[in-house]
């Protein structure tokens, strides 16, 4: 059994802060749902997901917040195969922002239960914050009358 | 208009048609992004458009006859634009506000954004600026209406 504060159960690769005095925390991925486990008791909450691309690498970046300390964290962790596990377990509202990780930078988040994009259409080709994507290619979109939408790289059948 | 010596004047009806929809324009709230928040201190009590004879801001296409499409318009966003358009009866007017809706803006290398509303719908008036000032907006709704009346600025 793991105990609150018990930091055996993950390990802390490196710590900082940064120019305004947010700490920053480096974890491996595998640890991240024992840390966040951890966080939740001792009173965070989440606040947001970002991701960065590093090329050959994913950054995923997850700020919590504690409401009565009013301390803010920052938590990375780096992953070579674009899969991190999913913290809808813990947080519901890590649904919508993992969808948006999801939708826009390709991260795969793994156990979470509706993985589809959020902000783009369904049809869409690529994940438009890689950079790799390729913004030559334009892609239009249109709406037929049943209100569904199309995804064409033809200028002429869509916006 | 010709004046009479009676103290009578004379017209045709599509001028007093147009002086009448020129002087009560209607507009339809569609702000879209940060240009939203001009065209809303457009409207309120401090620089207040309703004293050039353009009304309150309705809701709903199907009330109004003037689109003033205030912000960014997505690809996603652009075939409601279009039916939002469509609803609204005739005769009808767009004001294209800011640069992000004239040609794209400070997005125009970006993938989600449509290079200007024109492509869209017709567009009677430009209004330049990111955002315009109200003021500038303003001058839009005069323009137009000089426009609907057949006038010139020169
Ligand atoms: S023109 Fe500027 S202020 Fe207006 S919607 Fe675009 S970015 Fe926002």
Known sequence: MKRTGDSTMYKIISESED?????????????????????????????????????????VIYHIHNYDTHEYIEVKISTTDDKVPSLTKLWKAAEWDEREQYDLMGVIFEGHENLRRIVLP?????????KSYDLKKVQYISMDPEGKEHVSYNENEGW | MKNGDLGIKTTTIEKALEWGSAN??????????????????????????????????????RQSDLMIVAGTTTKRMAPRVKRVYEEMPYPKYVIAMGVCVIQGGPYVDGYSVV????????????????????????????????????????
């Open chain 1, 19 to 59: 120019k305004n005095k947010i700490k920053i925390i480096n974890i491996d991925k595998n640890d991240l749902v024992e840390f966040m486990e951890d966080y939740k008791g001792k009173g965070y909450y989440l606040s947001s997901i970002t991701g960065v691309d590093m090329k050959d690498h994913l950054e």
């Open chain 2, 24 to 61: 009560s324009l209607w507009p339809l709230t569609m702000g879209l992004a940060c240009c939203a928040i001009e065209m809303m201190a457009t409207q309120a009590a401090d620089l207040d458009i309703a004293r050039f004879g353009s009304e309150i801001f309705r809701n709903s296409p």
């Open chain 2, 115 to 154: 290079m200007g509303v024109d492509k869209v719908v017709p567009v009677d008036v430009y209004v330049p600026g990111c955002p315009p000032s109200p003021q500038a907006l303003t001058y839009g709704i005069i323009t137009l209406q000089k426009k609907i009346k057949h006038e010139t600025d020169r």
């Open chain 1, 122 to 130: 369904d049809e869409w080709v690529g994940h438009p914050l890689r």
